[in-house]
């Protein structure tokens, strides 16, 4: 795409598409998500974008300006689609729990735009109310400004990049999973405590727990150690 989007209050396409629908940033942006999880990355194009919509290609620019301005868009997407629901309860460790959660909740349930979009600051209003809400929790929790700013910083960071990580872990061929499932059966169950004695004593253990994501418990561990920083004057 090339830079000449349409200012806001101009660029309503009101003749429906040939599915019947009127044209819409937010239409745009979820037919894209649709072509993402579907085929991966490489099928967002603006050819394959308008004719899954029905609509000329050249009329995505009244929207976005490029391509990259549409991968921000998705991003901010997965990002609002995190905050469906959310609602405070006034204890903040509770609060970021469930915030944390569905962060990655969100980036899991669509793992092919979350390897696009984990790693992008949108600018966008989803983001925005997002960063809003988490300085929000911290500063009315009592954390003084700079902690605040430096719990957020942590917490954001951790929750993105499990969920990249394990993103791109749903994201691979099912026969890459099931190889790499494999081998901590075939591998890692076949060594001994003679060589390796603290993986075949913990093994089964191990070969349970690293099949789910680790982020849970390591959002409990940054969660203490935030609780461990927090005033004393309110500990909830």
Known sequence: ??????????????RPTKQGAVLS???????????????????????????????DPSALYRYFRN??????????????RAQQGWAPTGYWRADL???????HGSYRSNPQAALLAAHRTTGRP??????????????????????????YHAFVDQALAF???????????????????EVWQEVYGRLTSDTHPHIAATFPLLAA??????YPFA???MLDAVAALKPVADAR
């Open 1 to 14: 795409m090339v830079e000449r989007v349409v200012p806001e209050g101009k660029r309503q396409r009101r």
């Open 25 to 55: 940033e937010r239409l745009i942006v979820e037919t894209a998500l649709n072509l993402i999880a579907q085929h991966g990355a490489e099928a967002l194009s603006v050819r394959r974008l308008g004719a899954a919509l029905g609509a």
């Open 67 to 80: 391509t990259d301005a549409l991968m921000l868009a998705v991003a901010d997407e997965l990002i609002g």
């Open 97 to 103: 729990r469930a915030i944390g959660l569905r962060i």
């Open 126 to 151: 989803h983001e925005m109310r997002a960063v809003e809400t988490v300085l929000g929790v911290l500063r009315e929790a009592g954390f003084p400004d700079g902690l605040a700013v430096r719990v």
């Open 163 to 181: 969920a990249a990580q394990d993103a791109a872990t749903l994201a691979l061929p099912s026969a890459a999973k099931e190889a790499d499932a």
């Open 209 to 214: 727990d690293m099949r789910g994501s680790g």
């Open 219 to 221: 959002l409990e561990l």
